[in-house]
């Protein structure tokens, strides 16, 4: 088993940029892929970015260029340095891991809101 806690949300204004932080606690060895999803309100939830345990990214068109996701294996961390924030990032951010065939884990969800 997995847990996931996100940290790092808040209000920022257009431009802005702010890091989330996700730590996993049990077993973090087992983990292959890491990443973030999000949900705007009244949407559907979202990809966001995603990182292999090689380091190889995977990023959505709409953050690519803005958005950097890292991990730290060995703490069973992954972050998310979010720059040049839209008014449409507004959104809960999810982390979700999972292992190789596993299923996913999935955080709580923390709160980004880009507002001027």
């Known amino acids: 088993q997995v847990q996931l806690v996100e940290s790092g949300g808040g209000l920022v204004q257009p431009g802005g940029s702010l890091r989330l932080s996700c730590q996993g606690s049990g077993n973090i060895r087992s983990l292959y892929v890491m990443g973030w999803y999000r949900q705007a309100p009244g949407k559907q939830r979202e990809f966001v970015a995603t990182i292999t345990d090689a380091g190889s990214p995977i990023y959505a068109d709409s953050v690519k260029g803005r958005f950097t996701i890292s991990r730290d294996n060995a703490k069973g961390t992954v972050y998310l340095q979010m720059n040049s924030l839209k008014f449409e990032d507004t959104a809960v951010y999810y982390c979700?891991?999972?292992?190789?065939?596993?299923?996913?884990?999935w955080g709580q969800g923390t709160q980004v809101t880009v507002s001027s």
């Open positions: 979700t891991a999972a292992p190789i065939g596993g299923a996913d884990y």
